[in-house]
């Protein structure tokens, strides 16, 4: 109960700061860009889906058209993506280990920026995470029904309408039903396909706007991942991606990470919590490594990878640095 009362203490602390400094910066082009969607709200956008503009709408009817209004959910969501990864890493492993991943999250500045600009990856990454906490409690509680299955549905569709990226996770999904020997009875049970269906019916507002023009979104995607001209092979560009990925993370914290993946990487296949874990991280960043090697992709796109991997980094340096090489396990007594 220490743990958690301190990890409170520490988000609700960075969270009153994020808020009382929203005012004291002009908006960057993208929160004024999102701000102008949000006046004429639609079911999608050119280059996004319709979340954004709807969270926006939301908090200047509060607060009105001014930089406090405009992004006041950026550190409410930043607070619950931190509380959220602090009981999902308490649930799979134990409170030490989660607070160390709520830490790490909140130190890196690519998190703290996406804390106080309202812009689509606050939004996308609070529902990343909350689905993956959804879906662990249907992982815990199989192969009995649970009505998380349709939870996880709700909040993958909502991340999507926010950010199309967040569709992976319907891939993670499939691929921990499949390698976990136990949880391949709910691919013949109702769970699994009520939340398809579900997510599938927060797919029509924006298939049916692009739909009725010429699938804008689709055209403006391909430009942006470069390969609207072809496809190439470029190392460097991505060599840029990765080291990209040492500044915006910050680079102990960054190379920290990327040796408990590579380190967890065989061992996991034999460890359900890490197998989640892996495979919640692994398509996303591995999509845009790819995409990469024609042009760089923004280190930011595949941030929807590391929530999962900091659990995994944590879980894999908290034996080393404690000096107990024993598997970190869950533990009721913190």
Partial sequence: MKIERAVWLFVLTITGLRLALLGTTDLQFDEAHYWMWSQRLAPA????????????????????SNEFGVRFFSPLLGAGTSLLLFYLGRRMFNASAALGAVIGLNATPIFNLGAFLMTIDPLSLFFWVAAMFSFWCVVEKSPKFSWHWPLTGVLIGLGFLCKYTNVFELLSIIVVLALIPKLRVEFRRPGFYLMLLIFAAFCVPPVRWNQERAWATVAHLKSRGGVNQGVGFHP?????????????????????????????????????????????????????????LNKAAAPNWDALAFPSFALLAVAFWQPHLSGDLSPVAPSASD
């Fill in 236 to 292: 460097l560009e991505f060599l840029s991606f990765i080291g990209e990925h040492f500044l915006v993370y910050s680079p102990l914290l960054f190379l920290g990470l990327a040796v408990a993946v590579i380190a967890l990487w065989k061992r996991s296949q034999q460890q359900p919590r890490r197998l989640f874990l892996m495979w919640f991280g692994l398509p996303v960043f591995a999509f845009y490594a790819l995409l990469s």
């Fill in 45 to 64: 956008y050119f280059s996004k889906g319709p979340g954004v503009a709807f969270a926006i709408r939301a908090s200047t009817i509060i607060f009105g």
